[in-house]
């Protein structure tokens, strides 16, 4: 991507941040991503918009998807810091 002169942020929230945040995203199922960013900054006080926090997720290896039961944040692979 740096070839292309594209410019990313650093992350903002550490590997370990992201490793206790995928941890806690798959102890229970979280079907919006209020909910998700309501959590991220209780535990690590960082705010993220919605937009963002969708990107991140995705980033983690998450996808939000319609189940029967309702809509829900699902973990599909494992990608970033090898969490």
């Known amino acids: 991507m740096l070839e292309f002169g594209w410019k990313g942020s ?3 929230l550490s590997c370990v941040d992201e490793s206790a945040l995928v941890h806690a995203l798959t102890e229970r199922l979280y079907t919006t991503t209020a909910e998700i960013v ?3 900054e209780s535990r690590f006080g960082i705010s ?3 937009s963002g926090m969708i990107k991140l997720l995705s980033r983690l290896g ?3 998807r319609n189940a029967l039961e309702g809509s829900v944040w699902l973990r599909f ?3 970033a810091c090898g969490i």
């Open 48 to 50: 993220y918009s919605r």
């Open 62 to 64: 998450f996808e939000y």
């Open 10 to 12: 650093s992350p903002r």
């Open 77 to 79: 692979v494992r990608i």
């Open 38 to 40: 309501a959590l991220v």
